[in-house]
């Protein structure tokens, strides 16, 4: 069993494209593996900064031969009247490669034909690998690619050098205008010279002899076992910072890690300003204490071992220097007027080139926020709600976000705390760009929420109105986790609220600049947010696709009752009367769908099983009035359950399409009865049951 190694070096690769570009390699190198008859082979798709990898292991040496039966032509066809073959059976035979005496006849459902057992010699590993790898790199798409040269080649960025190995043999092919080969580099600092690789199996240690971590695992480690060294040295932790460690990782080669320090009186700024500078301008960690609270030290990744001269700390050291007194400087500017006279300059600022200034969209946002407020029922009072809309969206005139921005909504609730606004305020102020989809937490006040609430839902309904909805997989300005981030706050804050309802007034707000028919619109939206509520219940809510379908298909716009529902479904879906029932309620929605609701006349019963079934039907209706109120659904799920033999009874000893129409009507009139009240739950037909059809 054979070891193949692919290693594509390149310039530096960004942090951003790594992960995908490994996830795409293992994907497509397992696919077509499989589809050459080598079934679970396990592929590993490493790589560095400056390497893309492929590793895999325990590969056969050639491909099994292959029998493939070969159909022909009819014998009527193949056979003249004397039983001699005609040209279409020798043609036949040519094509099979086989004497005619080694062509055989079979039995068909059309009647006899002839055939050929061809026998398709397997071929060498070396050679699918040759023909394989090309077309795989040149199928691999980034988030940005770039072409070099005379431009012929595209790739994530110019290719310096291909290694192909199966075990020691060279597989031999061209890509991006390179042959591979076997002769690599070490890491560009500590080991930069060229050397040819024996053997496949070897690489990883060899390169990591030549300091390259190949294996990102590896590096991550390293750096989590550097940084957690390096901390309790100067009697501190790293600040919690895992997307910044994960793209420590894809930086370097060589997992290095150096220690460094700032003034103290930087940390008179919000912490987040500190944090900020120094993981957006330097990629540092910056260190606290086990309070958490921030200390003037930080760890910045080094691609090396070391730093003999200490001039990458010096480095460090002078650039956060000078960053954190930029944004000191902007802090006190900012602060030298009161942070309210901000808003005179947000109708001087472009939101959206269609959807008009700041100043505009803060307006729509606080009218949508009252409207919120007064469909929960919540005690805020519709001036403050507007001014708040208005405050919260202050600080993007401000200087510290105009050089900060991912400080934006933070530096409003620092500004409004310090000049003593109410904690509802800047709160609301600092939380209402909260959750980022579905990771994070909801605002802490109502306000925030609500605030929160409306802005998105006034961004989504704006930007689809102007024709700027996601396509595919590209959504560049963040819709889909703007909906996310609405059906979060909805859940978490267990607001009973009208979502589709909501959804259309903000609507309303942008209708004046919608690019097409308001019916139109509206359904785009409403799908688009349906969508995002079905992505929470399955992702976060933990429940099956099918289970997530069947209560959306009741209703799904008050979510949390819908999630509550969804979870009752899931718990109970799996008891065998309850699957019984389903598959029972399926052949109800068969029946009645197609006809208008009736009346049920009890005097029109000629069986028992229509009468129990109607006494079923009565007490599941009284039931729903009782535990629907109180929200105990569950017990409303579990009141189904007793339908289920009755049912099938009625199933068994009923003709529902009598020949009378009077008694048909009833008995579907019946029927449909049920499947409403079953339907305030969920459309059980969604389920996919063993066994339904």
């Given amino acids: ?369 009252v409207s919120l407020s007064e469909a929960l029922e919540l005690d805020q009072k519709a001036a403050d709600l507007c001014r708040a809309a208005r405050l919260v969206k202050a600080d993007l005139v401000t200087y510290m976000v105009g050089e900060f921005p991912e400080l934006q909504g933070i530096m409003g609730g620092h500004y409004l705390r310090l000049e003593g606004a109410d904690e509802k305020l800047w709160t609301a102020a600092r939380d209402h760009y909260r959750p980022v989809g579905f990771e994070g937490a909801p605002p802490v006040s109502a306000e925030g929420r609500v605030l929160g609430l409306a802005d998105r839902l006034d961004t989504i309904a704006g930007l689809f109105a102007v024709g700027e909805k996601p396509t595919g997989s590209r959504d560049p300005l963040g819709l889909r986790r703007a909906a996310q981030a609405v059906v979060k706050i909805v859940v978490e804050s267990g607001w009973a609220l009208d979502l589709r309802s909501s959804l259309l007034k903000a609507v309303d707000g942008v209708a004046e600049h919608a690019g097409e028919d308001l019916e139109t619109l509206q359904e785009a939206l409403v799908d688009f947010l349906a969508d995002r509520v079905r992505r929470w219940l399955t992702d976060m809510g933990g429940v099956a696709g099918d289970t997530a379908d069947a209560v959306m298909a009741a209703s799904w716009s008050s979510i949390p009752e819908t999630v509550a529902r969804a979870q009752a479904l899931e718990a109970i879906r799996n008891d065998e009367t309850f699957r019984a029932l389903a598959l029972a309620f399926k052949r109800v929605r068969n029946i009645t769908d197609a006809y208008a609701d009736g009346e049920i006349d009890p005097s029109l019963f000629e069986h028992a099983e229509e009468s129990e079934l109607h006494g079923k039907i009565i007490d599941f209706h009284t ?32 003709l529902v399409m009598a020949e009378d129409s009077n008694i048909r009507a009833n008995r579907i009139a019946l029927l449909k009865t049920l499947g409403q009240d079953f339907l305030t739950l969920a459309d059980l037909s969604k389920l996919q049951i063993d066994g339904g059809e």
């Avoid at 795409?24 to 790589?47: C, M, N, P, W, Y």
């Avoid at 398709?120 to 072409?147: C, D, N, Q, S, W």
């Avoid at 009035?625 to 017990?635: A, G, K, M, V």
């Fill in 623 to 654: 039931a729903l009035e009782q535990l629907l109120p109180e929200h105990r659904i569950s017990e409303a799920f579990q009141a189904m359950v007793p339908i289920a033999d009755t049912l099938d009874r009625f199933f068994d000893e009923v």
């Fill in 1 to 369: 069993m054979a070891t193949f190694l692919l290693e594509v070096r390149t310039e530096e690769i960004p942090a951003n494209a790594l992960p995908g570009a490994r996830r795409q390699l293992e994907q497509l190198f397992t696919k077509h593996l499989a589809d050459v008859g080598f079934d679970g082979i396990a592929v590993r798709a490493l790589s560095t900064s400056l390497r893309l990898v492929v590793l895999a292991e325990n590969l056969p040496d050639r491909q099994a031969d292959r029998k493939e039966e070969m159909m022909g032509p009819p014998a009527r066809v193949a056979f003249d009247n004397d039983g001699n073959p005609t040209k279409a059976a020798e043609g036949f035979a040519k094509k099979a490669g086989l004497p005619l005496d080694e062509i055989h006849r079979v039995e068909t459902p059309k009647g006899e034909y002839l055939a050929a057992t061809v026998t398709h010699t397997g071929r060498t590993t070396t050679k699918i690998l040759a023909e394989a790898t090309p077309k795989i790199l040149a199928a691999l798409r980034f988030p940005k690619m770039m072409r070099w040269g005379l431009g012929t080649h595209l790739f994530v960025r110019p290719v310096h050098g291909i290694v192909a190995l199966l075990d020691s043999e060279i597989v031999s092919f061209t890509s991006f205008g390179i042959a591979s080969g076997r002769s690599t580099v070490g890491h560009r600092v500590h080991s930069p010279d060229a050397f040819d690789l024996a053997q496949a199996d070897d690489y990883q240690a060899t390169l990591e002899n030549r300091s390259v971590m190949v294996d990102p695992e590896d590096r991550r480690q390293a750096l989590e076992d550097r940084a957690q060294s390096l901390a309790a040295a100067a009697g501190c932790r790293p600040h919690p910072d895992a997307r910044l460690v994960a793209e420590h990782v894809e930086l370097v080669e060589w997992p290095g890690l150096i220690s460094g320090s700032f003034e103290t009186r930087f940390l008179d700024l919000p912490p987040e300003v500190v944090v900020s500078t120094l993981r957006h301008h330097q990629k540092c960690l910056i260190l606290e204490d086990e309070a958490g609270t921030l200390l003037p030290h930080f760890l910045a990744v080094i691609d090396r071992k070391d730093d003999p001269e200490d001039l990458i700390r010096l480095g460090n050291e002078w650039v956060i220097r000078a960053r954190l007194a930029d944004a000191g400087f902007f802090f006190d500017e900012d602060r030298k007027q009161p942070f309210e006279d901000n808003l005179s300059r947000l109708e001087r600022v472009e939101w959206h080139r269609t959807l008009g200034s700041l100043e505009a969209k803060a307006e729509r946002v606080g009218k949508l926020a």
